[in-house]
């Protein structure tokens, strides 16, 4: 397994190398961002579902820990244009984050892509130069498409992560909007 990798290493191409090196950077960016993103989204979640369940069981404003807490403490007089802001910077708060996860789920593919092309090139250069045949083509082909492998598992992680972070900040929106409709149907 070692020599394998020696040996990849020492036929491959160094941009091949640079985008596998910078695909590895965008794995190990997009796994920090979604774990931190996904605790932090989990323990606000139950904090608004705790303050949610509290205000549907007759309770006068929302839990102290809320989001809408900070709002509602700022204005003595609460209308619907406060909570409406309220939600907007839960919003901001709640979806950061996401495009960077978006942005690699896109790109990673095209510079996969990209590193497999200049190995491809890279091999005919080297048929150019030798004598060999199908060897030395299918030894290059296999070892370029590497690199679109590589691009490919960081497109489907990224994706991934985007699409349950993306659910995670739907739903804590929704307990927000929730919180803010129960308060001002006590109001009226």
């Known amino acids: 397994m ?36 996904y605790l932090s989204l989990g323990s606000w979640l139950e904090i608004e579902n705790r303050s949610l369940e509290s205000v549907l069981m007759g309770s006068t404003t929302v839990s102290p820990q809320s ?66 045949g199908m060897s030395v083509i299918a030894g290059g082909v296999s070892d370029a498409l590497v690199a679109t492998a590589a691009g490919i598992f960081v497109a489907i992680f990224s994706y991934t992560y985007h699409q349950i972070l993306k ?9 927000i909007e929730m919180q803010s409709d129960a308060i001002m149907a006590r109001r009226v």
Request: no cysteine; aromatic share 14%.
């Open 2 to 37: 070692i020599n394998q990798l020696i040996d990849f290493y020492l036929k491959s191409h160094p941009v091949t190398l640079g985008v596998l090196a910078l695909l590895a950077l965008y794995f190990i960016v997009l796994n920090w961002v979604f774990y931190y993103r």
């Open 67 to 132: 989001y809408l807490s900070n709002f509602l403490k700022s204005s003595s007089n609460v209308t619907r244009d406060i909570l409406a802001l309220a939600q907007l910077a839960a919003t901001k708060d709640a979806t950061k984050g996401l495009s960077i996860l978006s942005i690699f789920a896109s790109t990673t593919p095209f510079i996969g892509l990209f590193g497999t092309v200049v190995s491809i090139l890279d091999t005919f250069t080297h048929i150019g130069q030798s004598s060999g």
């Open 167 to 175: 659910r995670k900040s739907y739903e804590l929106l929704n307990f």
